[in-house]
């Protein structure tokens, strides 16, 4: 009897065990599918098997680590239409009123033409 007890308290913890086991894996798997496509697969797996779903959320929720580069070099200044063509708030920039060329509204001199403006 001592023995068969004995073996049904050892399945239940190895039940209860399995069960721990398989949230981190299923957690871990699914932070780290999250993950991958961001650069960031090993820290969604660990995100996502110790916090779980908040885990997927804030893999979900962080930026890539491939992104912000991208988004750097998708953001150059986009080449005005020609001077004249924009009034004022075109890029944040002023016309240059020597030269007509765009300048940055704080600059004191207009680097075109080096008129105090
Ligand atoms: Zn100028």
């Known amino acids: 009897m001592q023995n068969l007890l004995g073996l049904v308290a050892r399945e239940g913890g190895a039940e ?49 680590v491939n992104s912000a580069p991208v988004m750097r070099r998708r953001m150059p200044p986009r080449p005005v239409g020609g001077p004249g063509a924009g009034g004022p708030g075109q890029g944040g920039l002023k016309a240059c009123p020597y030269c007509a060329e765009m300048i ?14």
């Open 16 to 64: 209860g065990c399995g069960l721990i086991v398989g949230m981190l894996v299923v957690g871990g798997g699914v932070g780290f599918a999250i993950g991958k496509g961001k650069g960031r697969g090993g820290f969604g797996f660990v995100l996502g098997a110790l916090l779980g779903l908040i885990g997927w959320i804030i893999i979900a929720v962080m930026p890539g």
């Open 104 to 117: 940055q509204p704080a600059a004191r001199i207009c680097r075109f033409c080096k008129a105090d403006v």
